[in-house]
């Protein structure tokens, strides 16, 4: 996916890991204050993950799908948020997973981000509960067939 500011493209990681983790260092580990244990997990080597690069290849933002549609890790840079790149990294992962047989995206949002996910089509499911002791709600998008 292209945009005049960034791209957006598949990552592994094996050959990404780098870069994603730097992403998610930043904004969950040293922004939000996700404790490393939780952040990082065996999961990530399975996943397939998008990359948001700038124009002079700088990692600006990730998120990652599981099998089954679950989407999550989705982070951008402080400086690159409010810019679109949110919107592309959760549009190609939706359609990644559409792609593949999908016929819904599930995710955990923070409270914070729901608006976010709920103009991109998802609706909130169930209760509000912690995780990394920041209060989150699931949601999930109906994908066409």
Same mark, same amino acid.
């Given at each position: 996916?292209?945009?005049?500011?960034?791209?957006?493209?598949?990552?592994?990681?094996?050959?990404?890991?780098?870069?994603?983790?730097?992403?998610?260092?930043?904004?969950?580990?040293?922004?939000?204050?996700?404790?490393?244990?939780?952040?990082?997990?065996?999961? %990530?080597?399975?996943?397939?993950?998008?990359? #948001?690069?700038? !124009?002079?290849?700088?990692?600006? /933002?990730? $998120?990652?799908? @599981? %099998?089954?549609?679950?989407?999550?890790?989705? #982070?951008?840079? !402080?400086?690159?948020?409010?810019? /679109?790149? $949110?919107?592309? @990294?959760?549009?190609?992962?939706?359609?990644?997973?559409?792609?593949?047989?999908?016929?819904?995206?599930?995710?955990?949002?923070?409270?914070?981000?729901?608006?976010?996910?709920?103009?991109?089509?998802?609706?909130?499911?169930?209760?509000?509960?912690?995780?990394?002791?920041?209060?989150?709600?699931?949601?999930?998008?109906?994908?066409?067939?």
């Amino acid at each position: 996916m292209n945009n005049s500011t960034f791209t957006v493209r598949e990552a592994t990681w094996a050959e990404d890991s780098a870069a994603l983790r730097a992403i998610r260092q930043r904004v969950f580990v040293e922004e939000q204050n996700v404790p490393p244990e939780l952040e990082w997990d065996e999961t %990530d080597a399975q996943c397939l993950h998008a990359l #948001a690069i700038d !124009p002079t290849g700088n990692a600006i /933002g990730c $998120g990652r799908l @599981l %099998d089954g549609g679950k989407i999550g890790r989705m #982070a951008v840079l !402080p400086e690159w948020r409010d810019r /679109g790149v $949110g919107s592309a @990294l959760l549009r190609f992962l939706i359609d990644i997973a559409q792609s593949r047989g999908c016929t819904e995206c599930r995710l955990d949002a923070q409270i914070r981000a729901m608006g976010f996910y709920h103009r991109h089509g998802f609706t909130a499911e169930g209760e509000e509960f912690l995780d990394a002791n920041i209060p989150h709600r699931h949601m999930r998008l109906t994908l066409p067939m």
